[in-house]
């Protein structure tokens, strides 16, 4: 069974940072794409970034409102993908999934159950 | 704003169809897949439509998905209370070299 447990959210200050983990089990993670997909209060889907897997490289790809504060890598070793937040803002306030996916598309099929964070003063 | 755009709202009464319709661009729908997505309260989302028109098992024949040109509909037939959600379209986008979602369709079973 497939699982993806997401945990490290939180309170942060704006321009503070934080490091998110999702805990991957039941499939095997070394060859799958990770994405991010993060939800604020009462709004829509957003795509935040995703990780290619090993043997496709495992190179990263982040939406335009994320680049250059937010990191992406993974740890096959503990089977967890990690996403590094820098430079928080107030928009950023969000529940954040983990979800695993395929290729160049919005094909997400397994989510974790998110993890809040919430960044304000 | 969201790149695709889908109806705030939409609602019907147990035993009708319903459609959502997601309108996008040469970008995103005209040359990729379309991903239908239900969200019930308080859960993470759940992959209901896949490759445009395709459901993963265990998803009701009641939900089927089409794409003509730069737009994409979920049409869900045999209304049922359970139905009572709120539902996302996304797909990759060439420009923007990421995936763009919907702003999402609220859908209510009267």
């Known amino acids: 069974e497939v699982q993806l447990v997401e945990s490290g959210g939180g309170l942060v200050k704006p321009g503070g940072s934080l490091r998110l983990s999702c805990a991957a089990s039941?499939?095997?993670?070394?060859?799958?794409?990770m994405s991010w997909v993060r939800q604020a209060p009462g709004k829509g889907l957003e795509w935040v970034g995703r990780?290619?897997?090993?043997?496709?490289?495992?190179?990263?790809d982040y939406a335009a409102p994320v680049k250059g504060r937010f990191t992406i890598s993974r740890d096959e070793s503990k089977n967890t993908l990690y996403l590094q937040m820098n430079s928080l803002k107030t928009e950023d306030t969000a529940v954040y999934y983990c979800?695993?996916?395929?290729?160049?598309?919005?094909?997400?099929?397994?989510w974790g159950q998110g993890t809040l964070v919430t960044v304000s003063s | 704003q969201s790149v695709l755009t889908q109806p705030p709202s939409a609602s019907g009464t147990p035993g009708q169809r319903v459609t959502i319709s997601c309108s996008g661009s040469?970008?995103?729908?005209?040359?990729?897949?379309v991903y239908w997505y239900q969200q019930l309260p308080g859960t993470a989302p759940k992959l209901l439509i896949y490759?445009?028109?395709q459901r993963p098992s265990g998803v009701p024949d009641r939900f089927s998905g089409s794409k003509s040109g730069t737009s994409a509909s979920l049409a869900i037939s045999g209304l049922r209370s359970e139905d009572e959600a709120d539902y996302y379209c996304a797909a990759w986008d060439d420009s923007l070299s990421g995936v763009v979602f919907g702003g999402g369709t609220k859908l209510t079973v009267l």
């Open positions: 040469s970008s995103n729908i005209r040359s990729n897949y």
């Open positions: 979800t695993t996916g395929e290729g160049n598309s919005g094909y997400f099929d397994y």
């Open positions: 990780i290619k897997g090993k043997t496709d490289g495992g190179t990263t």
């Open positions: 490759r445009n028109n």
């Open positions: 039941g499939f095997t993670f070394r060859n799958a794409w």
